[in-house]
């Protein structure tokens, strides 16, 4: 909601600002003049010539206001500056006067009227018998010269409260004070002015603005945390992302395994899956590649590690020759060349029936003499296993 708005300060010269349709007259030498303009719809009519100042005076929507003072920065009064004259008669009011009491009898009241208190109790008692349906409020102010009169005192510049507003004013007290701003001011206010109180005494600040204060104060700081919430668990989960999205090759069960994830533990929690085990036994590998399979060998994307997986099947292969041949290869896989000191984890049993293989070069059931012990033991320190696969 808005409010319509009529002000005026007095300097060197008198300033008025306005916006809606509450208005200020000056009487002067007589005559009786409106020196502001409503900013309504009956008023764009008058301006456009589609109906008369009189006609506009009982219009059925008077009341129609284009302009309002909100307390938004783009609110637009109309600002003037008059010289004043002694003898001038300012009148401020709302429509409350103007749209039940006519011009005329308004300068005629302004007119006869001795002093500025005897013009507004008479403005306010007219307007009240025709009836009016909105607030009635009226200021007015005379142009004095401050000299000496014949008496030797000069003219009061006092305020004086007439009307409703002095109902609940103390008699006798006639000091002025800034009006309050907040709804429990204005409350404490008029129950001061009913009890008594003097403004001195009342606390500096009210219980009706405290709690809307803390609850400002606590709303502010809730959205503050949550703010800070929001962006811890938005960086967390980008990051986890990130991790997701890295490939890595590790040790699962004694086969090399690729990963999704990093190889990290955060607590309990793990930042690593499990995405596809080999056929490569991390035991027939060479040290450097075990040791390097223990802290996680990083890949680049899904086609670097089956390529680096095929490299690591290679040198097991390269490496289980080598133990083969009696040249040690490896860090876990010892090489015998007795049956008895073979590894108990690696050897495969010798079977009982003699050994025969079938050479390249000679037709399909010949047979060779079986393999002394020595080398028999040698060969089968190294576990039957498929040398081919894939990573799906």
Known sequence: ????????????????????????????????SQITKDHSFVQQLVDEHRITAD???????????????????????????????????????S????????AEIVHEVLAEAP?????????????????????????????VDLTADDAGEP?????????????????????????????????????REATGIPAEEEPLTLAEEVLP???????????????????????????????????FLGNDGGYVAVYRGISQQLGPISLATLRERTDVLVSDLPGYAQESLSGGILVADQAAAVARVEELRKAAFDCRTQNASGTRCGTTVPVSTSPATTSPATTTPTPTTPATATSPGMPSGSSQPAATPASTA?????????LGGSIR
């Not at 429509?95 to 006519?102: A, I, K, N």
């Not at 208190?117 to 009226?138: F, G, H, M, P």
């Not at 800034?178 to 008029?190: R, T």
């Not at 040698?378 to 498929?386: E, K, L, N």
Request: hydrophobic share 40%; proline share 5%.
């Open 155 to 191: 003219p009061s510049t006092t305020p004086e409260i007439v009307g409703a507003a002095a109902a609940v004013r103390p008699r006798g007290r006639r000091r002025t004070r800034a009006l309050p701003v907040s709804p429990a001011e204005k409350a404490a206010a008029l129950t």
């Open 1 to 32: 909601m808005g409010s319509t708005t009529i002000a005026a300060a007095r300097r060197i010269q008198l300033v008025t600002a306005h916006i809606g349709d509450s208005r200020a007259y000056l009487l002067r030498d007589g005559e009786f």
């Open 378 to 386: 040698s060969q089968g320190s190294t576990p039957a296993r498929t």
């Open 95 to 102: 429509d409350g006067l103007t749209d039940f009491v006519s």
């Open 115 to 143: 002093d500025p208190a005897t013009a507004a109790e008479r403005c306010i008692d007219i307007a009240l018998k025709a009836s009016t349906r909105d607030n009635v409020t009226v200021v007015i102010a005379d142009v």
């Open 213 to 247: 204060r803390r609850r400002a104060l606590l709303a502010r700081t809730l959205g503050i945390l949550a703010l800070a919430a929001v962006l811890l668990v938005g960086g967390g989960y980008g990051a986890y992302r990130w991790t997701q999205q890295q490939l």
């Open 55 to 93: 006609e506009a005076q009982h219009h059925p929507q008077r009341s129609l206001v284009t302009r309002v003072m909100t307390g938004n920065p783009d609110d637009e009064p109309d600002l003037s500056i008059r010289e004043l004259k002694v003898g001038d008669r300012y009148l401020l009011c």
